[in-house]
């Protein structure tokens, strides 16, 4: 996920993420106050970014979608974590931009949604969540939900992908992984974290 909040709180993050247990061990505190702001985050981030893609995307095509995902994504969640005092991204198993490379949290929790999946989990409803200490006694309040693929998607993260839209993405992402999707599959996760009191 990208850091847009101070460096000294991102640095603890990433400790807090190398320190974390196992996502299994740790019981997720299910309704409480940070779960709720950040099930709300995860939607506001969502139908924002999804409204100027889609908007994009009608009016001047999927290049111009592109032009939403790899200028407005950052700087949405950038914002968004700015008002609400919580990072908030997005991270997969197959990133497109190596910005959104997970770290070992949030690798552990995808593949938990994967497991989950497979067991029959729709992955529309998959979310966990987790409060994690570090080696300091800091403590970071953390939450994933997962994003599905939806039909809209597969124009840029499908196993056919048009000319045009192969071109851009090559010149944007050398080393972009997030392709080959199909409808319903478990495309990334939403990602947010705040650090405890
Ligand atoms: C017009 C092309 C386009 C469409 C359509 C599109 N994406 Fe993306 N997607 C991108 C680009 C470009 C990035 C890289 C953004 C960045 O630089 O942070 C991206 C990144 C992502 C990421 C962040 C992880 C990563 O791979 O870097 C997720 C999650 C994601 N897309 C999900 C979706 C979902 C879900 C949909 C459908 C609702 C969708 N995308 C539709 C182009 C697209």
Redesign the pocket.
């Known amino acids: 996920m990208?850091y847009a909040l101070p460096l000294a709180l991102s640095l603890a993050l990433i400790a807090n993420a190398a320190s974390a247990k196992p996502p299994a061990d740790a019981a997720p505190p299910e309704t409480t106050a940070e779960v709720k702001a950040s099930r709300a985050a995860a939607q506001q981030f969502s139908a924002t970014l999804?409204d100027a893609?889609q908007q994009?995307?009608n009016s001047s095509g999927?290049?111009?979608?592109?032009t939403?995902?790899?200028d407005q994504?950052?700087q949405i969640a950038d914002k968004l974590s700015q008002e609400l005092g919580m990072l908030v991204g997005?991270?997969?198993l197959?990133?497109?931009?190596?910005?959104?490379a997970p770290d070992n949290w949030e690798l552990a929790v995808l593949k938990q949604f994967e497991a989950r999946k497979a067991q029959g989990e729709p992955v529309d409803k998959l979310e966990f969540s987790a409060i994690i200490p570090d080696d300091q006694g800091q403590r970071t309040f953390r939450y994933m939900k997962a994003?599905?693929?939806?039909t809209?998607?597969?124009?840029?993260?499908g196993g056919s992908i048009s000319a045009e839209?192969d071109a851009k993405?090559k010149e944007?992402?050398p080393n972009?992984?997030?392709r080959g999707f199909k409808e319903g599959d478990l495309?990334?996760?939403?990602t947010i974290a705040k650090p405890m009191p």
């Open positions: 990208r999804k893609l994009a995307m999927p290049v111009s979608g592109m939403v995902c790899h994504a950052g997005r991270t997969s197959k990133v497109r931009n190596p910005q959104n994003i599905p693929t939806a809209l998607c597969l124009t840029c993260h839209v993405l944007l992402y972009d992984k997030a495309r990334g996760a939403f």
